[in-house]
């Protein structure tokens, strides 16, 4: 989580949505960075724990921005980053394990290790489903995020790649995908609700 108080924003990293990348360009940038286990930081608890912090501390009132990605395809950029060398032993590992079996690993009641990721909809909402993110971006239309950010920072951001998930076969079959959507309906009508904005979505955020 990166917080910049001359433009009044906080970026929120949503895994597996490129978040590397963008934190590493923009954070040369940062007043305020947050690394390790506290990058990852959901908007629940931005607005619960750092919002008043920096009100109260900094009398800085910030607006927060976040990229969310095709659910399949976050999922499956997950699968692939447990299937590494990085992971290989560990209970995290998705070594052996079809790409059908860990989605419905995922959304099981009761995740195992390997399939426990979360879900970007709660990343991004409170406990009742309402957006907590002022700007959300598709991952899916970089180019509106990057035209946005130019336009906060007054220069065009380079961006490298980071932490890229190893290549993985990850076919994904019609039962299960129909499976996944009404499990994660919500998550993967917001991602409609974004691309229907254009690739970036406003949500005033009290």
Not at 73 to 85: D, N, T
Not at 98 to 117: H, N, R
Request: glycine share 6%.
């Amino acid at each position: 989580m990166l917080v910049f108080s001359d433009q009044n924003l906080a970026f929120l990293a949503v895994p597996k949505t490129g978040t590397t990348a963008f934190e590493m360009a923009l954070r040369p940038r940062a007043d305020i960075i947050l690394s390790k286990r506290r990058k990852h930081l959901t908007a629940t608890r931005f607005h619960n724990k750092v919002a008043p912090f920096l009100a109260d501390t900094f009398d800085l009132t910030v607006e927060t921005m976040a990229v969310i990605r095709d659910p399949i395809e976050q999922i499956r950029s997950w699968y692939r980053y447990r299937s590494g060398p990085r992971q290989k032993g560990t209970k995290a590992s998705t070594n052996g394990c079809s790409f059908d079996e860990f989605v419905l690993a995922v959304i099981s009641d009761d995740p195992p290790p390997f399939a426990g990721i979360g879900s970007q909809f709660n990343f991004v909402t409170s406990g009742k489903g309402e957006v907590l993110v002022t700007h959300l971006f598709a991952y899916e239309r970089q180019p509106v995020f990057r035209a946005f950010l130019a336009d906060a920072f007054g220069a065009e951001i380079e961006l490298k790649q980071k932490n890229v998930s190893p290549p993985a076969k990850a076919p994904l079959s019609a039962a299960v995908e129909d499976r996944l959507r009404k499990v994660r309906a919500e998550e993967f009508a917001l991602y409609e609700r974004i691309k229907d904005a254009g690739g970036h979505l406003v949500t005033p955020v009290g």
